[in-house]
């Protein structure tokens, strides 16, 4: 399985390999039908922002007003605010992009006050407003190339690939091929319930994090995973 690790800041590819005894999940033939795009297959995130300060609207409506449109992207997003939460929509890139600024924008307007991000990945329709059901699972081109954001925070990370019918419940398999990755990747710190635990840069989090769910959704059509993002948390963090 393809694997985008992290050193020294900078994303590359490499193999990774699960343990022999694991299950395994098998692609499904190609199919013949011209491929969705992000908008049919339901291809999106939502984000929180969360800042621990008086000052919380300035935050949140300033990180929102300060990120700069990238425009070889900013064509195939959609976005929209409600009073919970921020929805990204489009291709793969493009909203781990969007989401990557959005919690360094919101960690410069907090100005050191701690902050949390809450982020949902989805991919594969379900659930959707608007989507059309493909039958799949499709492969994304996307490639994540993802700067580092110059902002360290701690995350606990939980991925699901939501396998249906004759899923043949071999979901663990995607989920510890994450888990490798992330150990890979330098940027584990440790397992705890029902999540995993990540430290280093927002940039390389994200990355690691959207490149798994990109890689999972090759084999399992719905896929999502949760994302919590901890920046200047006032918590020691457990041994």
Same mark, same amino acid.
């Given at each position: /399985?393809?694997? @985008? ?29 011209? =491929?969705?795009? =992000? ?5 999106? #995130?939502? &984000?929180?922002?969360?800042? /621990? ?6 935050? &949140?409506?300033?990180?929102? %007003?300060?990120?700069?449109?990238? #425009? ?17 929509? *489009?291709? $793969?890139?493009?909203?781990? !992009? ?24 989805? !991919? ?20 994540? %190339? +993802?700067?580092?954001?110059?902002? !360290? ?18 979901? /663990?398999?995607?989920? /510890?091929? %994450? &888990?490798? $990755? %992330? ?11 029902? +999540? ?7 940039? #390389?989090?994200? #990355? ?6 990109? !890689?999972? *959704? ?5 896929? @999502? ?5 901890? &920046?200047?948390?006032?918590?020691? +963090?457990?041994?």
């Amino acid at each position: /399985m393809a694997a @985008t690790t992290l050193r020294g800041g900078k994303a590359r590819m490499t193999s990774t390999s699960l343990d022999p005894a694991a299950p395994t999940l098998t692609p499904p033939t190609a199919s013949t039908t011209a =491929p969705p795009t =992000p908008a049919t297959y339901g291809v999106g #995130a939502r &984000i929180t922002l969360c800042p /621990m300060t008086d000052r919380y609207v300035d935050v &949140i409506l300033g990180a929102l %007003a300060d990120v700069t449109p990238d #425009a070889a992207v900013e064509d195939v997003l959609t976005t929209s605010t409600s009073p919970v939460s921020t929805y990204i929509g *489009g291709g $793969e890139h493009a909203v781990v !992009r969007r989401l990557v600024d959005l919690v360094t924008a919101a960690a410069r307007c907090a100005d050191g006050a701690h902050l949390s991000a809450h982020i949902l990945l989805s !991919r594969g329709c379900p659930g959707e407003v608007a989507c059309e059901l493909h039958s799949g699972p499709w492969a994304s081109t996307d490639t994540l %190339a +993802v700067p580092d954001a110059g902002v !360290r925070a701690w995350a606990e990370w939980s991925l699901y690939p939501l396998l249906d019918g004759a899923g043949g419940g071999e979901h /663990m398999a995607p989920i /510890m091929a %994450a &888990i490798d $990755e %992330a150990k890979a990747s330098g940027l584990f710190h440790s397992a705890d319930h029902y +999540v995993t635990r990540l430290a280093g840069d927002v940039g #390389a989090i994200l #990355a690691l994090v959207g490149g798994a769910w990109l !890689r999972t *959704g090759a084999v399992v059509q719905h896929v @999502t995973t949760h994302l919590t993002l901890s &920046i200047n948390s006032p918590t020691e +963090v457990p041994k």
